[in-house]
């Protein structure tokens, strides 16, 4: 090759599989900078405030809710200690670029959404007079440092549809580390699309080429706009940064988000990403595209709204809200992977529609059990809200205010994300409903041989359980949260109460695969049936030299997705030759239509392969 866009480096087989296996069994806490944590020191804050204060966006009483009130970098890392106490292993960070530094209707970019300078730092975040690039700024690097002590990847949140609006005649002004590249009112380069706002949010056409709020939109066809913001964003993922929140991918094509995509894992192989796309429903054809397409998973839209309307009553039926949005699971291809939350930056905290904590910590039970990446806004964990106009935007956004690691809702939450750590089931297991009303909800999650089992009361009363076929080991368990007893009899638990409001977990612990390398297969794209399972069949001992009898069972996860764990224990970097195949009850298997796949497998490590079922037909 001429010349390589990505030379690769480090371990050479490591860098083929891009999909980051960890991701599944991480729990995101996501937080907005300028309302965490004002870690200025003492000595900093007189002259920092004054210089914060110079275009009046700073507001130190914090009655202003549009204007910045002091959170920092700083303030993040003073408390990575608490987080890690409660059981976070990513950290999403509200945008770090530099702002615009204007207010708009009396509005600061303090959620960090109107970048000026994708390649440098909002100098707010940082101590007063330290260098604000990327690579020079010790804060920066010693937030990246202070994380991954503690086990947390940082999770950067990036734009790459728009920079800012028109503020006192200036909009879209953008610097490429310090030196002019765009103006949306001087746009002799083209970095920009000129189409007015969007008035139909129908059309595909005016959702990647015209505005929203306003929002100086890019014109991702121009090739110098695509080339600034790769390069910007891998100056990030080179100062540490280890996975992407990506906002608003509806507002910009396919083609662009996998040429993208591929850039930064190329840069950064096993790179995370996720992304934004606004109110997502796996019934809304669109928004399924984008998950299954673009090299990236999505915000669980669909699922915070079941989880919403199921306690709020917003729209009807309870718990079937949720089962409703798992029962489409298998449009996805990566279920397990969308990233689940039950509110965020842009709505009302679930307090302010839901004004019950004890609803707030069922639903957290819900959200750290179910299917896909937990991600928590911060402050739910010590019952954060305030319910002006609503709790709507910017009264979702409050300053955090306390750090209490003894509150209920701390120790809940800890308890259930040291379950995630602890049990797989969580992170890559299958969902079977064993029982589900409108106000009661008895579920297993399963992988090989680990399960969790969740009762959920969601009504004042007692509820009297009598349910069958639970996918439980027999035995008698000792409920994390209440510390009850239950006992499963035959796959049967009759007769059992579980208390109004209350929330019962318990967990069986199975062993995971362990070997030097452990690869983790997804296949999907062919639809089983009853009676049909998925194995793998290959050229080596732990694929069964071929024989179909022998081959490797996989693992339900949904209709679409199964997945295996398969351990490897090779003397050095080995071709692995497979496929996959389809084992049915009459004995006929139903094998891929290909060549063989192949791949090198490392040696040691964990690594996924993510694979599309090949038919004839
Ligand atoms: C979605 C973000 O979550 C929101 O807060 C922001 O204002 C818009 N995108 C525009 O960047």
């Known amino acids: 090759m001429a010349n390589p866009s990505a030379p690769v480096s480090g371990d050479l087989t490591k860098s083929l599989f891009d999909s980051p296996v960890d991701f599944r069994s991480e729990a995101i806490y996501f937080l907005i900078v300028d309302r965490f944590n004002d870690g200025h020191d003492a000595l900093g804050d007189e002259e920092g405030s004054e210089q914060l204060d ?145 008035t139909d949010w129908e059309d595909e056409f005016q959702l990647i080429h015209q505005e929203m709020m306003g929002l100086a939109t890019f014109n991702e066809k121009n090739i110098n706009y695509r080339n600034y913001i790769k390069a910007a964003i891998q100056m990030w993922l080179d100062a540490g940064i280890d996975a992407l929140r990506v906002d608003t991918l509806k507002h910009m094509p396919i083609w662009f988000w996998q040429e993208f995509t591929t850039a930064m894992k190329a840069h950064k192989p096993g790179l995370f990403m996720f992304g934004e796309y606004g109110f997502s429903k796996p019934w809304e054809q669109r928004s399924v595209e984008y998950a299954n397409n673009i090299g990236m998973s999505i915000l669980d839209f669909g699922l915070c709204d079941g989880i919403r309307f199921c306690f709020s009553g917003q729209e009807p039926g309870g718990f079937h809200q949720v089962e409703r949005i798992l029962g489409h699971d298998c449009v996805y291809h990566r279920a397990n992977e969308l990233v689940t939350f039950i509110d965020n930056h842009d709505m009302p905290r679930f307090l302010s529609i839901v004004p019950d904590s004890r609803k707030l910590d069922l639903a957290l039970v819900l959200l750290s059990t179910l299917r896909g990446v937990p991600c928590l806004f911060y402050g739910t964990e010590q019952y954060l809200n305030d319910s002006t106009n609503g709790g709507q935007d910017p009264y979702n956004r409050p300053m955090m205010d306390s750090w209490d690691t003894n509150s209920h809702p701390f120790v809940l939450v800890q308890k259930l994300l040291n379950l995630r750590q602890n049990n797989q089931a969580l992170a890559l297991g299958s969902h079977h409903t064993a029982w589900v009303n409108e106000d009661f909800y008895l579920y297993t999650r399963n992988f090989r041989d680990s399960a969790v089992m969740v009762m959920v009361n969601k009504s004042d009363h007692d509820h009297i359980v009598d349910a069958e076929n639970i996918r439980m080991p027999d035995g008698t368990y000792q409920c994390l949260i209440t510390g009850y007893p239950v006992t499963i009899e035959r796959g049967r638990l009759f007769g059992y109460t579980v208390h109004g409001n209350t929330a019962m977990v318990i967990s069986s612990e199975g062993s995971p695969v362990k070997a030097p390398l452990v690869v983790v297969f997804q296949i999907n794209g062919f639809f089983t049936q009853p009676g049909q399972s998925l194995a793998i069949t290959g050229d080596c001992d732990e694929l069964g030299h071929w024989d179909h009898a022998k081959a490797y069972r996989m693992e339900y996860v949904n209709n679409n997705t199964w997945v295996a764990t398969i351990g490897f224990q090779c003397d050095q970097a080995s071709l692995l030759n497979y496929k996959f195949v389809v084992l049915q009850a009459n004995g006929d298997p139903i094998v891929e239509y290909l060549i063989n796949r192949r791949t090198l497998l490392p040696q040691s490590g964990r690594i996924a392969i993510d694979c599309f079922w090949n038919s004839n037909n």
């Not at 275009?55 to 970098?73: A, P």
């Not at 408390?79 to 770090?96: F, H, M, N, Q």
């Not at 009396?106 to 100098?123: C, E, L």
């Not at 005649?169 to 969007?198: Q, S």
Request: proline residues 4%; hydrophobic residues 35%; glycine residues 10%.
């Open 54 to 198: 110079q275009k009046g966006l700073f507001d130190e009483t914090r009655q202003d809710w549009g204007k910045y009130w002091g959170g920092n970098l700083q303030g993040v890392i003073n408390k990575i200690d608490y987080l890690k106490s409660l059981g976070v292993t990513a950290l999403w960070l509200s945008p770090l670029f530099e702002q615009v530094s204007d207010l708009q209707f009396s509005r600061a970019p303090m959620h960090g959404y109107w970048t000026r300078d994708f390649k440098r730092i909002n100098p707010r975040f940082l101590k007063v007079g330290e260098s604000n690039s990327i690579d020079q700024s010790p804060t920066l690097k010693l937030l990246v440092e202070t994380c991954h002590s503690a086990g947390i990847k940082v999770v950067l949140d990036i734009v790459c549809n728009h920079s800012s609006p028109e503020i006192n005649g200036c909009k879209g002004v953008v610097l490429d580390d310090g030196r002019p590249l765009a103006d949306f009112n001087d746009d002799g380069k083209d970095f920009y699309y000129h189409e007015g706002e969007i």
